[in-house]
């Protein structure tokens, strides 16, 4: 009866657990998309050239095993001329290996009049791979964790 009970408060604990976690990353999930709508709010927009890419390694840690696909990664350097006319440059924060764009290609540019130096190319990797990366592993993880709970509970 004994290792019965202990198995019910360690499996409490782990589902208690994965709806903490799935809840945490569904909160970090919703602040990003926050701080997306709060920069479309604010952005000006303008026309902008893709004038490089910006090739650099994958390398996500000294430990980390390669893989086979693991390789440079094309991150493109974008050139427009904010509202008051000056020429700006900045490299967007998402990179891709096939490179997402070409050298001279044409990009819809959104900024910050306050703050011309943050830029983002208007695409949906820039503004949303994050949050719903982050909601996504938030709702199955908090998902799969009350639906065990829910299973699990005892009834009177």
Same mark, same amino acid.
Do not use: C
């Given at each position: 009866?004994?290792?019965?009970?202990?198995?019910?408060?360690?499996?409490?604990?782990?589902?208690?657990? !994965?709806?903490?976690?799935?809840?945490?990353?569904?909160?970090?999930?919703?602040?990003?998309?926050?701080?997306?709508?709060?920069?479309?709010?604010?952005?000006?927009?303008?026309?902008?050239?893709?004038?490089?890419?910006?090739?650099? $390694?994958? $390398? !996500?840690?000294?430990? @980390?095993?390669?893989?086979?696909? %693991?390789?440079?990664?094309?991150?493109?350097?974008?050139?427009?001329? !904010?509202? $008051?006319?000056?020429?700006?440059?900045?490299? %967007? !924060?998402?990179? /891709?290996?096939? +490179?997402?764009?070409?050298?001279?290609?044409?990009?819809?540019?959104?900024?910050?009049? $306050?703050?011309?130096? %943050?830029?983002?190319?208007?695409?949906?990797? /820039?503004?949303?791979?994050?949050?719903?990366?982050?909601?996504?592993?938030?709702?199955?993880?908090?998902?799969?964790?009350?639906?065990?709970?829910?299973?699990?509970?005892? @009834? +009177?």
């Amino acid at each position: 009866m004994q290792v019965q009970v202990r198995g019910q408060g360690v499996r409490r604990w782990v589902t208690f657990g !994965s709806i903490a976690f799935g809840a945490l990353f569904l909160v970090v999930g919703l602040v990003l998309a926050g701080v997306s709508v709060s920069f479309l709010m604010d952005a000006e927009r303008a026309r902008g050239t893709v004038v490089a890419l910006e090739w650099r $390694d994958n $390398d !996500s840690g000294a430990g @980390r095993k390669k893989r086979a696909n %693991d390789g440079p990664v094309a991150y493109p350097v974008i050139e427009f001329a !904010s509202a $008051d006319g000056t020429p700006r440059k900045f490299r %967007d !924060s998402t990179g /891709s290996n096939p +490179p997402s764009y070409e050298v001279g290609e044409q990009v819809e540019v959104l900024y910050r009049a $306050d703050s011309p130096g %943050d830029a983002r190319i208007k695409g949906f990797a /820039s503004l949303w791979l994050l949050p719903l990366i982050f909601g996504g592993i938030g709702l199955v993880i908090g998902g799969i964790g009350t639906v065990v709970a829910l299973v699990t509970r005892r @009834r +009177p």
